[in-house]
């Protein structure tokens, strides 16, 4: 199995890097799958704007950032997003790459580590409906990082109790990935 570690924010001075980096690091004693973190920004994504919807488009989008993120996210088996919490729900620029490709989400796990004023909880129950059309399956356990209570002028610095929810939710993904597989491999990519 290979997860993502999505990196879901762009802005400059973002605390997902360091967030991500962490979940990396629990993720090295998982020896039953291989992570690998994605700096969303490093795709530099343009707004949707193509006239097929990415459902129909056959994996043959209208830009080339468009096609290089579906490869990225096609080698993946699952996912963790690493997301923040923007006025209230997911940030504008995760959902747009989100929303710019379509087959290559789908029958994948997802497991959501978000970060804000009250932990990004919004963002995440928004996430929930979000990939629930691409039949995505999102694992119960979730960790909600307070940015008031668990970072510091280094980044990321977790309260004790995460690491074992961390542990809790990579097993997750990772088992859910296993699960789904056979539905993935029946759908043959383009």
């Not at 997902?16 to 920004?41: C, H, I, M, P």
């Not at 729900?89 to 789908?106: Q, R, T």
């Not at 004023?117 to 039949?135: L, T």
């Amino acid at each position: 199995m290979k997860i993502g570690i999505i990196v879901g924010s762009v802005r400059d001075s973002r605390n997902g890097t360091s967030v991500a980096q962490w979940v990396a690091n629990a993720a090295a004693s998982q020896d039953d799958a291989d992570f690998e973190v994605v700096e969303l920004r490093d795709f530099n994504l343009p707004i949707l704007t193509d006239p097929v919807v990415p459902g129909a488009a056959n994996r043959e989008y209208g830009t080339e950032e468009a096609r290089t993120w579906g490869r990225k996210i096609d080698e993946f088996d699952g996912f963790v997003f690493v997301t923040p919490e923007y006025n209230h729900g997911v940030p504008g620029a995760f959902k747009n790459a989100f929303d710019s490709i379509a087959p290559e989400w789908m029958h994948k796990s997802v497991g959501m580590v978000s970060y804000g004023a009250d932990g990004g909880v919004r963002a995440v129950e928004q996430w929930r409906q979000i990939v629930a059309n691409m039949q995505m399956v999102a694992v119960r356990h979730q960790i909600s990082l307070s940015l008031f209570t668990e970072f510091d002028e280094n980044g990321v610095a977790p309260n004790e109790r995460r690491t074992g929810e961390l542990a809790a939710l990579l097993t997750e993904v990772v088992d859910m990935a296993r699960v789904l597989a056979p539905r993935r491999e029946a759908v043959v990519p383009a």
